[in-house]
């Protein structure tokens, strides 16, 4: 069994900052890409970030050179600093974990997510 623990969210001024944290346990294999996605009340889920085991990462035009994706691999951690918060940045907060094993069967997995809210 995959769980995916989030935290770090709340309520913040706009120009805040707040840092989410995303904790993988579990029967891991090698988590190949690890992300940040969210949802808005009445909008689609979107993506926030992803970043590779590598270190490459992918930020959606909306957040880039605000937000801050990391992650520690021998933690399974990963986490998303984000910046110079807006109103528009409120949404609640999912990370999502994904991998294919060495049989090739893939696996995708989500947090139950965490409210970040911006309004002053």
């Known amino acids: 069994q995959v769980q995916l623990v989030e935290s770090g969210g709340g309520l913040v001024q706009p120009g805040g900052s707040l840092r989410l944290s995303c904790v993988v346990s579990?029967?891991?294999?090698?988590?190949?890409?690890m992300g940040w996605y969210r949802q808005a009340p009445g909008k689609q889920r979107e993506l926030v970030a992803t970043?590779?085991?590598?270190?490459?990462?992918n930020y959606a035009d909306s957040v880039k050179g605000r937000f801050t994706i990391s992650r520690d691999n021998p933690k399974n951690t990963e986490y998303l600093q984000m910046n110079s918060l807006i109103p528009e940045d409120t949404a609640v907060y999912y990370c999502?974990?994904?991998?294919?094993?060495?049989?090739?069967?893939?696996?995708?997995?989500w947090g139950q997510g965490t409210q970040v809210t911006v309004s002053s």
């Open positions: 970043i590779t085991s590598g270190g490459s990462t």
């Open positions: 999502n974990a994904r991998w294919t094993d060495s049989f090739f069967k893939n696996y995708n997995y």
């Open positions: 579990g029967s891991i294999f090698s988590i190949a890409v």
